[in-house]
Structure formats: C-alpha cells, structure tokens
DNA sequence: TTTT
DNA sequence: TTTT
C-alpha cells in the first residue's frame, strides 16, 4: 500500500438499511447516515450543520444492519471512501460517493460487532477469516492483535 | 508539522471524572475509559477484551465533562498521545501515558461538544477561539471549515 | 456535535492544485488525491486500487497548497466529508462529494503545516486564530492542547 | 465490541527495529516513533513538540519492518493502544503503553504493505488470512472490502 | 490525473 | 532516540 482512505463517521440512520442478497447470497446493506456538528458561532449563536452518507456494508456486516439497525440507530461506521460512475439513460455522466464499512459499533443498542465478516459462513469451507479490525486470535496461533503478551512477556527480550 | 498524533477511543468512563481547577480557573479533568472490544477466535468462541485507557481534558472540555460525564457514560474521545515520566519519591523512573482529548462526543446523554474551548470565557477578553475540530464559522469572517460554499457556490470557478 | 464526519488519507496530487481568491481575498485549493491500496488476493497475485479524491482547502491550508503542492505531491490529509448537490443547465441534479481539509502534512517535501490557518494574516487583523488540530498553546494563556503539564505537573493533583 | 481503539501516527524511527522471534519463529518489532507537531504559539513563535511512542508489531508486519525500517525511515502506522503492567525485581508497579499496529505504510521508502500478514506463510497451513485493513478480495469469493461493485453493479437495485 |  |  502507497496509500491510505479512512471515514470515520458516527452519526443516525436516516431509513432503516436497505439489504438485498447477491448471487452466492451475499448481503449488501446500504443507508443513508446524518452525521450532526453542533458549535457556536463567533457571535455565539448555536449552529447544527448535519451532512448525509451513503454507507453500504458487504455481507456479515450487512446481516448484522439487517437485523439490528433501524430508522434512527446511532452508529459507529469506520470504512473507506468509494466513488462509482456511470451514465444514466440519458447519457448523463453520474457519480456516487459512498462509504464502504469495514467496521461497525451501535451505540445506541448494546450490542456491537467488529468485521462482521468473521461470522460469516464463507461458502469456501475452510475459510478462516482472520480480519485485523477490532483485533482477533487463534488458539495455537494467535492473531495480529492479540499476542501472547500477557503470559509470553517472559519470551519478549525488551 | 512532520507528524501525526492522533487517538480516537469510544468507551466508557470507569469513575465519574476527577476535575481540578488550577492557578487561573483553569479546569483539568482526568478518568479512566474503558474500550471494549468483543471478537470471536479461531474456535467460534466469544472473547472479551478491556483496555483501560487514561484521558485528560482541559478547559471546556473538562468543566463539560465535570457537568455532564459520569460513571458509566459512553463516550467517543479524539485526542493525541502524551507520555510523562517523573521519578517518585523512591527515585524509580516512573512513566505514564494519556489521551489529551481535543475533542468529545457524548453517547449516551442526546449531548455533545465540539472542542469545547469555544464555549468559555478566555479570560483573556478579545479571545476569539477559531478552532478547526467539528468546524466553525464566524460572521463576516467565515471559518475555515464551514466556508460559504452555499451562497458562494457561484464564485467559485471550479 | 452529535456526531463525527472524519476522513484521513494518505495519496498523491493528480494535478497541481487550482487555487481561487473569493472576495476579501479568501484562498480555496482544490485538487484531486489519488490513494492507492495493494494487497494480494486469495490467489496470491498482487493488486492495485486507486481511489480519487476531490480535496478542498480554505485559508491558509490553501494558500500552503498553493506554494508547496503539486502534481505528484503525497500528503497526509486529514478533514471531513461535504457533498454538495446542484442542477446543471439541463436541470439534472448533480451531487459532488468532497473532502474538506483541516489538516495538511507534506509528506515528501520535508516540510508541513498544522491547521495552515494560524500561519496567515486574516485581513481582519485582530484575529488570533487559536486552532485545535495540533495543539497550540498561549502565553500567559496557555492553549487546550498544550496544558502547562511540564511545570504545573505539580499543581496537577492526580 | 462495544468500544473503538484506534491511533494514528505518523512520525520517523528513533532506532533500527529491534525484532525478536518467538516461539513458531513468530516475529515480533518493537522501536520508538517520534511524533513532532509544528505550530505557532499565541505569539508567533514555532514551537516544536516531539512525542515519542513504543510501536510494536507482529509477524507479517514485524518482517516488513526489518526488512524496510531503520533509523530515521518516516512511516504511517495504525494500530491500537495496549498498556502492560508488571512488577520488576524490587516490587514496583510498572506501566507500558505501547501502540500494537495492525497496519504500516512506508512513506519515505517508496514500498509499502497492507497489514503483511497475508504475505506471511502462517505454518499452520490452512491459514487464510483475510485481514480487514485496506481491503482484499478473492476469486471466486470477492472480499469484503472490495465487493465486485463494477461488473455486478447492475445486481445492485440501489 | 498521481504514485511505486 | 527521529525528523525538518
């Protein structure tokens, strides 16, 4: 990677998530999210300055806004900007921008995933579905995130 | 600049906040926020996993924390990272590492602040506090985040 | 604020950047920030994805934009989302998703910026432009982010 | 995950990686990253703030670091905070906090990695990998992060 | 339209 | 201990 495109966003589902199931199965979510800044001024005055996101979520995330988010859920979404293009019938040149989650925490429900890919039956069977996100491990081999820290620290030399 | 700091945490606070005014009113408020991240590993099982996490507000930000955080509350933090070290009475080199918020959103009181410094008397009188967090805006001198693309739309020749 | 609208990426100017002067001598950049993501697929073969961006900066931000930026430039960008809906002369609606900076790192050029903002006579005179982003601190009137925590550790009871 | 813990730094090596192997030849890289922040001080004065910060990464990533980073190298690293405590000999309570990277860009060397562990053959064989971070997609089983937007798009009855 |  |  040369790069990095990250969108934090915490904000209210405007409708409930609309999910459509691809070929293969596949969830797609996708909603519109008001992210609200409320300040002051310089004359003092309160300003409320709300913006509008698409956010579309693939497969276990996109179960997951199925069965828990709702017209008015607050969220936490972490994801990358995405634009797509393309003409409508009349020839018009169009583009969209979305936010494609990778990440998702509700805040309003307690209730929360990290990428929620990795309660997903992958189909290909043996699929593991290691993510870095929140942080995951294994048994006899931990992930990324989560080191043996706590009883390897003898091993660490530092 | 040649570098970037920044923490952002949502948790939530494992005591009500310690607030402390120094030498010219100044508020400091300091708690612990517990993050809370839940994942399944290689073996389908449910692991829980809490990182506590010291943070520190100043100013507006603290005296909100003062009046509106409390045990328990839920809260997203944007900050950056400040080590100290000191030695104790004992002469043992001592080292602790906190998250100097700039920025708070209250999630479970309907509440919220951007930097908070905006709200307060400076003291210093002609303070005009711009500050960039949220986004802020004056009167005949707009801000730098919230420019008049609206109306000024027009002027610009993009 | 009940809510957060963040956007941090990493990329390269496609062009230089087009800087505007609105009344009252306003600067406005824009440019378009490529971020590209490698990584390999299931099969082991390595791609490539290139994301554009459309990257706009105010004030001070810009005019930096203006004398340090150009095509191929890679920075670190950090603002938030802003989309913007217009009908064209044939009165089809238009949207345009943009990234409005608040923060700008030059990351080849060994040379970089906070908030640009504070670095530039406002015309108004009087302005003292005291910014988040970094941190920023005062005279007799030290700033939110950067609490006299070297010398009045002591005064700090925690 | 009820909770969010993220940072974001971008700063340069004080020192080589120091990079152990554990057990299962499992690379772990520890060094120190220094943040500075440039600004102007209520008088106009730049000041200069450094932050140091312990990284520590593991195996794809720890690899990466020894074979790329040294001394001086500017890198971008995303990761969370992880604080570890211990007695040493004489009894005294110690703290650490150190930021666990999930993901590096290289921003001075002209090479760069998602998060490496899916270039890391795992040892236990079956290992998939399918890390979050930037986004990664299969054959016959597109990823989540990069879902076949283009040619399905006409599956999509957004 | 960038970059490696 | 870095970097500009």
């Given at each position: 990677m040369r790069g990095v495109n990250k969108v934090i966003l915490i904000g209210n589902l405007g409708r409930d998530p609309d999910v459509q199931f691809l070929e293969g199965n596949i969830a797609v979510a996708k909603f519109s999210l008001a992210t609200t800044e409320t300040f002051k001024d310089r004359a003092g005055k309160l300003i409320s300055q709300t913006e509008w996101h698409t956010v579309v979520l693939w497969r276990g995330l996109a179960e997951l806004a199925q069965k828990y988010l709702h017209k008015g859920s607050l969220v936490y979404i972490e994801g990358r900007l995405r634009t797509r293009s393309w003409e409508d019938k009349e020839g018009n040149k169009k583009f969209a921008t979305e936010v494609v989650g990778d990440n998702l925490v509700m805040l309003d429900k307690r209730m929360d995933v990290g990428?929620?890919?990795?309660?997903?039956?992958?189909?290909?069977?043996?699929?593991?579905?290691?993510?870095s996100g929140p942080g995951h491990h294994g048994e006899g081999f931990p992930g990324i995130e989560i080191?043996?820290?706590?009883?390897?620290a003898d091993d660490l030399p530092f």
């Amino acid at each position: 990677m040369r790069g990095v495109n990250k969108v934090i966003l915490i904000g209210n589902l405007g409708r409930d998530p609309d999910v459509q199931f691809l070929e293969g199965n596949i969830a797609v979510a996708k909603f519109s999210l008001a992210t609200t800044e409320t300040f002051k001024d310089r004359a003092g005055k309160l300003i409320s300055q709300t913006e509008w996101h698409t956010v579309v979520l693939w497969r276990g995330l996109a179960e997951l806004a199925q069965k828990y988010l709702h017209k008015g859920s607050l969220v936490y979404i972490e994801g990358r900007l995405r634009t797509r293009s393309w003409e409508d019938k009349e020839g018009n040149k169009k583009f969209a921008t979305e936010v494609v989650g990778d990440n998702l925490v509700m805040l309003d429900k307690r209730m929360d995933v990290g990428n929620g890919d990795h309660a997903i039956s992958h189909g290909s069977g043996s699929s593991t579905g290691q993510q870095s996100g929140p942080g995951h491990h294994g048994e006899g081999f931990p992930g990324i995130e989560i080191p043996p820290m706590g009883e390897a620290a003898d091993d660490l030399p530092f």
